[in-house]
């Protein structure tokens, strides 16, 4: 029998499997997005909206599809955000890829090159194409960040706004507004100062199952904020107290026990077990009422103490919380800077023991169940406080935590700096050498029907073709003229600062480019024909706008003409690479509704004009139009003045006259986590496409000696 | 543990809520739920094909348990419907009904999933400010200086489950034992806060339902060979108690991790039994007269205990520990070795009892919050019936200290809701005009809307002769006596979130 079977392609296979998972997860999201119901065979219901929970809940079986949720699962674990748009994304571009390379080899059989085919066949399309992958994730995508996006980005961020977007697509609809109100005053409760919210956002994340407790049978609105720390167990033991109550942790049983680990303990006469007994109980009683001399009126206990000693505990006013997880103790270690008591071995010892404050110590009950409640005094800039999420379900709360969990993620990764390096002016060249720039001049010709083609799939008509050409010369023309100027890009952008732009104002652009490339260093005199080929493209192209739409076809061949020249001069010249490093601020954000999309959307296609090598092009273009695929679900309901095509059109025209981009929305959403969505993508991609084969194996892969399955086959 | 799932691979299916299969399914559910509704709702049999007991209720909270639904909707309306009922023990029935009508009312009117949820929320929350506020006419307040507001509540309660198959005085009769047994739960002198005791259900089956009462203190079964070896008891005016939580059984625990090596000729049960009796001697010495063990006690020990008349029961039961250290004072003892004087406690009296065939050791305390409900019907279905019923009013009770303040019932506070609702909609349709708030398709849609999705069927209560009562009170917004009592307020508003939320998931 055959042992193994083989399934070719896994490109093909990946896009079959996403597209499955791309119909389950499109529905949900967005503000507009759905809940999704699963059953399990035990009976067990899974309400959800968030597409990490929906993926692992989902039994899949395809070894690629595993390979998705993996990265996707790991994806979030990071950033918190994104699950959904990491599935339609991965589908855009796989589908992309297929529609491109399916093109590619139909224009290369009707050309009939079956050296070429060959080539193609043999030197593993695919790997090319996820080297190319790999160099646009390392350096195109963060040039184009740095350099185009980053002006649009907002970096006052409201907390509300950007948490009431976030919630829209994680929960309910009638939950989202109070949940987000709900996290806004937890986090500003939770914040001893302005300074300290980093911290609070990592305490949060780290623990955040010890920091909320989960009720069901309650509406939600019954969700609140309780000041302190819950802990989801009972006391052993409760003395009411009031005062200077201090508190100690302990990790290990107090009482001592007749023979520790790895040791003998040897029993020769009953007296003697008397003795030790007695012994063990006086030391305990010892220990007791040392802590209770040291005003201790709680001991927190990571392990079950014997009876004896929540008796003894009992007698000294001592309240006694036993089996804490180690999560608990460490958060309270953070919290108030305790450390653990460490148990005297001599008794002469027992002046060094560690105790801390608490403001109170009470027990809470929740719903007949009931619970410790510490008032703990912080030591840090987290304030502790606790969440209360009431439910009528338990898989309502689960949710609810889980969007307040990702939504602390998010937070925490916002607010941090993002580190952008690349090489500046095309370093990319250096890789190619000229038998690929001779494949390119001869292969450029399905590129603009590839832009043509993907433009006009959403919406038909003359304004597109208006749009592309557009898009091609304000590429220069608009870049510096936004208003918006985030701290980064002040140094290089002062020069420039006030450019007007007019169609006639070809010069004066290009000045603001010169102006750009000096503070990129030495890279200035080998840049100087690439600028004026620059300028003469587009003069090219402005007067293309002049002319009616009849004559675009004709301005657009002239363009590429131009185009052609540059990049042979930019191969010699450009031999040298320049690193650039620059940091995305903390807090950096952008209105939600696909703004971030549709963005980089633009400038990537810019970009592929410019850009000589066909690869490189083809994947910008690939991303550019995958991108899109986002906003187009979000906006599938809308009609009218919000539809897809509408608001495309505004967007881009705002872009090109740069004007500011009016949004619909209000709503923000963090620049970071898009970013960190898009490389992690871009990631599983390439992942996919460097396999090449999946092997079904029946049995568990064995040792390579074992000669046993070959010679079954 | 959950059970073991063949591992296949998931089946994805978009199945829209509003099919007919699903309207069908919940349609039988609402079916059942509305006939066992109400004080002459009819009973239902719940039994397993292959055996096992029959369940005869009515009672939400055992139907909805026993019911097995399938269709992941219904679970989803079943569970929270449970999860409101753990919460507040009563009003799962309507809550249930409640969810189907407005389901099936949505379903009819073919509004958007948008619009609905608008909608819903801002009929909850017409709801929700109106029976919160003053001027709601279905509200009265507790007055706990008299019994007769409690007594009602009680009686409603029991009333609506004819399950329990009460006479008119056997109703009588259990609602003011209930009512008893929560009142001696409140503890006489309060500090800052309130904390209530514990009502403890004793069952005896298979007596009439008249012999049913009520008792300060514990009652402990025991059998009769135990209680002959314990009677006489000794007459004084205070008995010593002693309760242990650690086991007095002469084992040995805890020795560690390590091993430990015994040489021949030691024995360690004798070490061990020797350390008990020294406890056994220290308890006689303290003049202890009652010991009770949470586990077992080691027969020698019993055996002198009895020998210089101390009682000894043992196998209390953890249940049973925090009740009996409330009611003797005691703290429970986890030592072998000397017992601090400060850990006994005392009951006033220690009586023994015999109800029906079964024995009892009576503790009767100096003061405490604690009691027993002997509880007695004619058979086991009929008892469980009247347990979950006693249960559900002692938990109702408990909820009126949250909230001083009862609803109207037999459907009175339905039809006044749905009228004020009524009301404010007609209002907001002649004064608002275009500027509607809602986006619904004309204002006549909302009010017929409102009106249906509001209003639930008046429970049986409300017969003939009750409706000029009815129109009385309307009429002068004063509490007519026989009104029946229904809901809390906080149940009510709890339930209604309940309800909104519920329906969202067929939108």
């Known amino acids: ?713 | 543990m959950s059970r073991l799932e063949a591992k296949k691979p998931s089946l994805c299916k978009s199945e829209p809520l509003t099919s007919e299969k699903v309207r069908a399914t919940l349609c039988v559910l609402k079916g059942i739920l509305t006939s066992s509704y109400g004080p002459s709702g009819r009973l239902k049999q719940v039994h397993n094909g292959l055996g096992g007991c029959v369940c005869t209720t009515s009672q939400s909270s055992a139907l909805l348990s026993n019911l097995p639904v399938t269709h992941p909707i219904l679970k989803i309306l079943t569970t929270s419907t449970k999860n409101h009922v753990s919460c507040f023990s009563d009003c799962g029935l309507f809550t249930a009904i409640l969810c189907c009508n407005l389901i099936e009312n949505v379903q009819r009117t073919g509004l958007t999933p948008t619009t609905v949820i608008k909608l819903n929320q801002h009929l909850l929350r017409l709801c929700t400010n109106y029976l919160k506020s003053e001027s709601c006419g279905c509200r009265i307040p507790v007055d706990f200086s008299s019994p007769q507001t409690l007594l009602c509540l009680v009686r409603s309660i029991v009333t609506s489950k004819p399950a329990c198959m009460l006479t008119r005085e056997e109703t009588d009769h259990i609602s003011a034992l209930v009512l008893k047994a929560f009142l001696l739960t409140i503890p006489e002198n309060t500090k800052d806060r309130l904390i209530l005791g514990k009502s403890i259900i004793v069952p005896l089956k298979g007596h009439r339902v008249l012999d049913s009462t009520v008792f300060p203190g514990i009652l402990i079964e025991v059998s009769e060979v135990q209680l002959m070896k314990i009677l006489p008891i000794k007459k004084s005016n205070a008995f010593k108690v002693a309760l242990f939580c650690a086991s007095l059984s002469g084992d040995l625990s805890d020795t560690g991790e390590g091993t430990m090596v015994v040489s021949s000729g030691v024995s360690l049960e004798n070490a061990v039994l020797e350390q008990l009796l020294n406890l056994g001697r220290q308890l006689v010495s303290d003049h202890v007269d009652l010991v009770m063990c949470q586990k077992v006690l080691h027969p020698s020990l019993k055996q002198f205990l009895s020998m210089h008349q101390v009682i000894a029961i043992d196998r209390v039961g953890v249940a049973l520990m925090e009740p009996l250290s409330k009611v003797t004072g005691t703290q429970p003892i986890g030592s072998l070795g000397s017992i601090s004087p400060s850990s006994y406690g005392s009951v006033k009296d220690l009586c023994p009892a015999k109800f029906g065939f079964k024995h009892f050791l009576h503790l009767i305390p100096n003061e405490a919050t604690i009691c027993s409900l002997l509880l007695c019907n004619r058979n086991d279905t009929a008892w469980d019936e009247l347990k979950l019923t006693c249960q559900t009013a002692l938990h109702v009770l408990q909820l009126t200290i949250k909230e001083p303040c009862v609803l109207l019932g037999g459907g009175c506070t339905e039809t006044h809701l749905a009228a004020y609702i009524r009301h404010k909609i007609s209002n907001r349709r002649t004064s608002a005009g275009k500027n509607h708030q809602l986006q619904v398709p004309a204002g006549k849609d909302v009010h017929c809307l409102s009106y249906k999705k509001w209003s639930i069927p008046a429970p049986q209560p409300m017969t003939s002769c009750h409706q000029p009562e009815l129109l009385w009170f309307f009429s002068n917004g004063l509490l007519f006596k026989t009104i029946l009592l229904d809901f809390l307020l906080l149940q009510k508003i709890t339930l209604l979130c309940f309800v909104c939320w519920t329906c969202l998931w067929f939108c």
């Open chain 1, 1 to 713: 029998t055959l042992c193994t079977m083989a399934a070719l392609g896994s490109a093909k296979a990946a896009l079959q499997v996403t597209e499955v998972l791309e119909t389950i997860l499109s529905r949900c999201l967005g503000p507009e997005g759905r809940q999704v119901l699963c059953t399990k065979p035990t009976g067990e219901v899974l309400i959800s909206r968030s597409g990490g929970c929906l993926l692992e809940a989902l039994h899949l079986e395809h070894p690629i599809a595993r390979m998705v949720v993996a990265c996707v699962s790991s994806h979030l674990r990071r950033t918190g955000d994104g699950a959904k748009t990491f599935i339609i994304l991965l589908c855009h571009l796989l589908r992309g890829l297929h529609t491109v390379i399916d093109k590619e080899q139909d224009s290369l059989i009707s050309k009939n090159i079956q050296t070429h085919r060959r080539h193609w066949k043999n030197c593993c399309q695919w790997k090319f194409i996820s080297q190319a992958l790999l160099t646009f994730q390392t350096q195109i995508l963060d040039y184009i960040m740095d350099h185009y996006l980053s002006k649009h980005f907002l970096c006052r961020s409201s907390l509300e706004l950007l948490l009431e977007a976030y919630f829209c697509g994680r929960v309910g609809r009638n939950n989202h507004y109070f949940i987000s109100q709900l996290m806004c005053n937890y986090f500003f409760k939770c914040m001893a100062c302005e300074s300290g919210f980093e911290e609070v956002f990592d305490l949060v994340d780290d623990y955040f199952v010890e920091l909320n407790v989960g009720v069901t049978g309650l509406p939600v609105s019954d969700s609140r904020i309780i000041a302190g720390l819950v802990l989801h167990r009972d006391f052993s033991v409760y003395c009411p107290a009031d005062g200077d109550i201090r508190i100690v942790i302990v990790t290990e049983t107090i009482q001592p026990l007749f023979s520790a680990s790895a040791s003998e303990f040897i029993l020769n006469s009953e007296a003697q077990f008397q003795t030790s007994q007695f012994w063990i109980m006086e030391k305990t009683k010892a220990i007791v009422k040392h802590l209770q001399s040291q005003n201790v009126k709680l001991l927190l206990s990571s392990v079950k103490q014997p009876d004896l000693v929540t008796y003894y505990a009992g007698l000294n006013g001592i309240s006694v919380v036993e089996c804490l997880s180690p999560e608990e103790v460490s958060l309270i270690q953070r919290v108030m800077g305790l450390s653990p008591f460490i148990l005297p071995q001599a008794s002469s010892q027992y002046e060094i023991c560690n105790t801390a404050s608490v403001k109170f110590c009470k027990p809470l009950t929740l719903r007949s169940k009931r619970y410790v409640h510490l008032g703990l005094i912080s030591t840090c800039s987290f304030v502790p406080h606790c969440i209360v999420l009431c439910g009528p379900v338990q898989g309502l709360v689960e949710q609810h935590e889980g969007a307040l969990h990702g939504a602390f993620k998010m937070l925490r990764q916002l607010f941090k700096d993002l580190d952008l390096s690349y090489m500046i002016q095309t370093s990319d060249q250096n890789h190619t050498s000229s038998p690929l720039t001779y494949k390119d001049s001869r292969e450029s010709n399905p590129l603009p029907e590839i832009v043509n083609g993907l433009i006009q799939r959403p919406y038909q008509g003359t304004v597109v073709k208006n749009k592309g050409n557009l898009a091609k010369t304000q590429t220069y023309l608009k870049v510096y003229s936004n208003l918006v100027v985030p701290s980064v890009e002040l140094e290089t952008c002062i020069p420039c600062s006030t450019p007007k732009v007019t169609p006639t104002d070809t010069y004066q652009t290009n000045e603001t480019l010169r102006c750009l490339a000096p503070t990129k260093t030495r890279t200035i005199d080998d840049n100087e024909p690439f600028i004026e080929s620059n300028s003469a493209n587009s003069t090219a192209e402005n007067t293309g706008i002049e002319i009616s739409s009849e004559n675009l076809q004709v301005t657009k061949i002239a363009g590429k003409g131009n185009m052609l020249p540059v990049r042979e001069k930019s191969l010699e010249m450009c031999t040298s690479q320049s690193y650039c490093c620059s940091t995305l601020p903390a807090g950096c954000v952008l209105p939600v509704g696909g703004n971030f999309e549709i963005l980089l959307h633009y400038y990537l296609l810019n970009y592929t004009r410019k850009c000589q090598q066909s690869e490189e092009s083809v994947v910008s273009m690939i991303i550019a139009n995958a991108l899109l695929g986002i906003p187009q679900v979000l906006y599938k309901s809308k009609k009218g003045k919000y539809s897809f095509p509408q608001i495309y059109i505004r967007t881009l025209h705002a872009l090109q006259t740069s004007q500011p981009i009016v949004s619909s929305q209000k709503g923000l959403e963090s620049v970071a986590g898009k970013y960190q969505l898009l490389t992690s993508v871009l990631q599983c991609l390439t992942k996919i496409l460097t396999i090449d084969l999946v092997i079904n194996i029946r049995r568990q892969p064995r040792e390579m000696y074992d000669q046993d399955s070959d010679e079954e086959v």
